[in-house]
C-alpha cells in the first residue's frame, strides 16, 4: 500500500525538471528522447560525464532546489548512482525522480513503471535500503544479490560488451558459465524485525540466523534482477521490509530443474511459502535488517563492491526515504 504524500509537497507539476542523462547507457540512444522532453517540458538537460558524476549532479542541484525532479535515462547502475545523490544531497523527502529505462539492465524500471503497481505521474513515498560494508555506506532501491547471483553479475557485465548478449541473454550466458564454477559461500545470516510473510505482522521471535553454506542470497526492496529475472515476485517498495531468499548449496542438475521458476518468480505461493518442490532447497523471508557475514563480494543494483576485511554487510530499510514518479 502506497505511503500518503504529504499535501505541505509541491506536486510533480510544479517542480523543476532535470533531465539526466548516462550517455554511456544504451549506447546513447536515448539523449534525442531526452532532448525532445526538455523540449516539452521546458526542463534542463545534463549529460554525466564518467562514473559518480550523475550522483554529483543530483547532490549538487537538490542542495540548491530541495523540490526539483530528477528525470533520469539509464539502467539499473545508473538508478544507483542517481538515489545515491539523492541521499547524499539530505533532501530525499522532498526531491523526487522518474526513470526511463535506457540501459541493459532495467529492472527498477520494470517494478515501478510496468507493473500497474504505482500510478503514473504521481509522486509516491518508496523506500531506501541502507547498507554499510568496509566503513562505506550506500543505499540501493531494487535488490542486493550475495554469492552465486552476485557472480553472474559481473560475468554478465564482461558478456554486455558482446553486441549479440543484451539484456537476458547476458544475464542467462552467466548463469551458464558461474554454474560451471559453482562456486559457494560459508555465510552467517541475522535476519531482524521479521514479519509474517503473508500479512506483515511482526513475529513473536523476530531474528532468524541461518550458518550455512549457501549458493546464493537476494534480497530485494524491489522484485527484478538480471534483465527480467522475477527474483522475488512478492517485493513491495513501500512496505518497510526486504524480500529475502536463501538458496542452499545443490547439485548443478536440480539447480539448472529450479531456474525456471526462479526466473518467473513461480516457487512461492501469495503467501510467501515455497512451493512443495522447493522447500529443501530455499527459504524465503521478510525483515526490515539484514546482516550477512563471509562473502567478499556484494550486488547493489547491479553494482559490485568488496565487503572489506570484515567481509560483512549490513542492509536496513528505510521506509519512506524517496519520492517517485511512475511514467
Known sequence: MNIRLSPALPPLSERAFLHVVNPAAGGGRHLKTARDAVERTGGTLVESKHPGHLAEIIRERAERDPYAHFVVYGGDGTVFEAVNGIMASGKNKTVSFSVIPAGSG??????????????????????????LSGGKERYFVNMMNIGFDCSVVQSTLRFRSNPLLRGPAAYIAGVVKELVRKKTVDAEIVLENCVDPADGTPLADPVRV???KILFTAAGNGSHCGGGFNALPLADLSDGV?????????????????????????????????????????????????????????????????????????????????????V
Do not use: W
Request: aromatic share 10%; with cysteine; proline share 4%.
Open 210 to 212: 541461518l550458518k550455512q
Open 242 to 326: 526486504l524480500d529475502v531468499l536463501a538458496v542452499n548449496d545443490v547439485s548443478r542438475r536440480t539447480f539448472v530443474s529450479l531456474v525456471g521458476g526462479y526466473r518467473a518468480g513461480t516457487y512461492l505461493d501469495e503467501n510467501g511459502i515455497p512451493k512443495e518442490r522447493y522447500r529443501d532447497i530455499l527459504r524465503f523471508f521478510r525483515c526490515s535488517k539484514m546482516t550477512v557475514r563471509g562473502p567478499e563480494t556484494f550486488c547493489l543494483d547491479g553494482e559490485v563492491f568488496p565487503t572489506g576485511e570484515d567481509r560483512t554487510v549490513e542492509a536496513e530499510v528505510v521506509k519512506g526515504a524517496l519520492l517517485y514518479a511512475a
Open 106 to 131: 532495467n529492472d527498477f524500471s520494470t517494478h515501478v513503471n510496468d507493473s500497474g503497481k504505482l500510478e503514473k505521474y504521481e509522486l509516491t513515498p518508496i523506500d531506501a535500503v541502507r547498507t
